[in-house]
């Protein structure tokens, strides 16, 4: 029943194949379909009106299993990916054990392949026990199916190890995706050093702790050759750095998540800590220079950081509250407002961040083309609909953007061949 399906009627953007124009999508046991040969046996479902794109990929997430299962599992988030119109995640390897050794990325694709409700990419540490002290076995790495390196939560400090790490990256052909954050001026810092930290009386993590290291691992990247993925940028002399390097033509990208896309520092002033996370919320000329970064091309993804914490772990002052909120079941939806709804982008620039930006650091073939694994998002950019966290799948509930008023979302999610997620009849 579920296996045999076409998507007709919808505006096809495909940014990878340049394509932007109504026809049929296809659906045949997991693999895209010429659709001009499809017989009556298979299921129409109606897209009038809506925007079908290759299916939209997560290079971000912290699905918590193993470790901290109370927080997320691989079941619960892939679930939330699937709800939020997301058929692929990358999975961060800050989990407990780290995921620094082909075991551990075995026994992740195999719960992924048991529980799974979309497809989870395996990401590899740059570290071995994620210390930042000795570099990880990334040839077994590789050999066990990574398609990337990182050391996400944490950043390796020591320059000579992080230029070793780049070049064993190159190597085998993997993109490094660096938390850049140098640990001696962040400090015991809580949220952006600036104006409302002073006001606040708290501790102060100053924009220069993350530019250095963009600016550091620029540099590596130009010496070694590596792939470097500047992981959710934050500021705008961040931006200015990556927009330097991509002009002289070195292999740097970078991520902006969406909640540096449509937040500030001035929100801790409620002292929620669904307002904490790291990097920390920055100045509204931060925010600004994130989104024109996007608009222009300079951040080529958006990607969640997603990343659950108990209630129970957020539930405390915000000094000791840990980083980090959830992303993926609103990710859509606040990037549509303030990229496409508020900042005029083009849709398929804008699919394109979700798409062929993250496939291309991934080296995945990513579009819709007959043949094809079938990935697939419907979008509806005119669905007026309220946040409301109670109904997440997703465990936790660490959002600051509960009750929000949206316009636009994900309405259907295909992963590989399988519908996962739909709000169509
Ligand atoms: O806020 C964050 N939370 N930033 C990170 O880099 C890591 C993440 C986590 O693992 O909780
Ligand atoms: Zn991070």
Redesign the pocket.
């Known amino acids: 029943m579920n296996d045999k399906f076409c998507l007709v009627n919808g505006r096809v953007v495909d940014p990878a194949r340049n394509l932007d124009e109504v026809m049929p999508v296809a659906v045949n046991r997991g693999v895209i379909v010429d659709a001009a040969k499809i017989d009556d046996s298979y299921r129409r479902i109606d897209c009038t009106g809506k925007i079908v794109c290759p299916g939209f990929i997560d290079l971000h997430v912290?699905l918590r299993q193993p470790g901290n299962v109370a927080a997320e599992t691989i079941a619960s988030g892939t679930a939330a990916a699937a709800a939020g119109g997301f058929t692929a995640v990358v999975a961060?390897p800050?989990t407990s054990p780290a995921a620094d050794n082909a075991g551990a990325i075995e026994y992740l694709r195999q719960m992924a392949a048991r529980t799974g409700m979309v497809r989870v990419i395996p990401c590899g540490c740059l570290t071995k026990n994620y210390a930042g002290e000795e570099m990880a076995g990334i040839g077994s790495l590789a050999q066990a199916g990574v398609l990337a390196l990182s050391d996400?939560?944490k950043c390796i400090q020591d320059h000579s190890l992080m230029r070793h790490v780049m070049q064993y990256a190159r190597s085998f052909h993997l993109p490094v995706l660096d938390?850049c954050e140098e640990n001696s001026l962040k400090g015991g810092g809580v949220m952006h050093e600036g104006t409302w930290s002073v006001l606040l009386g708290m501790s102060g993590i100053p924009s220069i702790a993350e530019e250095l290291i963009v600016a550091r691992d620029i540099m590596l990247a130009r010496d070694t050759g590596c792939r470097i993925h500047i992981q959710?940028a934050s500021t705008a002399g961040s931006v200015n750095l990556i927009r330097a390097a991509r002009k002289k033509n070195l292999p740097v990208t970078g991520e902006a998540t969406p909640h540096h896309l449509t937040l500030t520092d001035e929100m801790v002033k409620t002292y929620d800590t669904n307002y904490k996370?790291?990097p920390p919320l920055r100045s509204e000329e931060d925010r600004k220079a994130l989104v024109k970064a996007v608009l222009d091309g300079t951040i080529t993804v958006i990607a969640t950081?997603h990343?659950p914490?108990t209630q129970t772990a957020k539930l405390v002052e915000f000094d000791n509250a840990?980083?980090?909120?959830i992303g993926l079941e609103t990710a859509v939806p606040l990037t549509l407002g303030v990229l496409v709804h508020k900042g005029r982008m083009p849709i398929s620039k804008y699919v394109s961040c979700f798409t062929a930006g993250p496939a291309q650091i991934l080296s995945l073939d990513w579009d819709l083309a007959p043949g094809r694994e079938a990935n697939v998002t419907v979008l509806d950019l005119e669905d007026e609909f309220t946040i409301d966290a109670s109904k997440f799948k997703s465990k936790a509930r660490n959002t600051p953007f509960d009750h929000w008023k949206c316009k636009g979302r994900a309405v259907l999610t295909v992963s590989q061949g399988r519908i996962v997620h739909s709000l169509l009849d």
Do not use: R, T
């Open positions: 912290h961060m800050n996400d939560g938390h959710h996370m790291n950081d990343a914490h840990p980083f980090g909120i």
